[in-house]
């Protein structure tokens, strides 16, 4: 598989215990979903993390995280965190809250 699996199940073992998530293999990688809307995505070289554009530029100020652009084109809303820096518990799960509460406060999407 073109992701990590250790990063994928680290992002499973935080997102114990919160209701309405779903996996679904996207684009290579595996993304996973609040009520539809995505909250983040495991990749080859890292996760990317949902914080929507209001925390934005809290999350890249935390050490390890970038913007994310998937071409050379910037994702408003969207950060890029290396391996190594998912690593961090703490930090992980910083960015973890801040995509779950921009995921919780969009409306559900059918599946």
Do not use: Y
């Not at 929507?52 to 970038?66: C, D, F, V």
Request: some cysteine; glycine content about 10%.
């Amino acid at each position: 598989m073109a992701f990590d699996e250790g990063l994928a199940q680290w992002i499973r073992d935080d997102l114990t215990g919160v209701s309405g998530i779903t996996e679904r293999k996207m684009f290579g990688g595996l993304a996973f979903f609040h009520r539809g809307n995505m909250v983040c995505g495991v990749h080859k070289n890292g996760v990317m993390f949902r914080v929507g554009k209001s925390n934005e530029s809290a999350a890249k100020s935390i050490l390890g995280a970038k913007e994310m652009a998937f071409t050379t084109k910037k994702m408003g809303g969207m950060i890029d965190v290396e391996d190594e820096a998912v690593a961090d518990d703490a930090r992980r799960r910083q960015w973890m809250e801040m995509s779950l509460q921009h995921a919780r406060n969009l409306p559900p999407k059918d599946r």
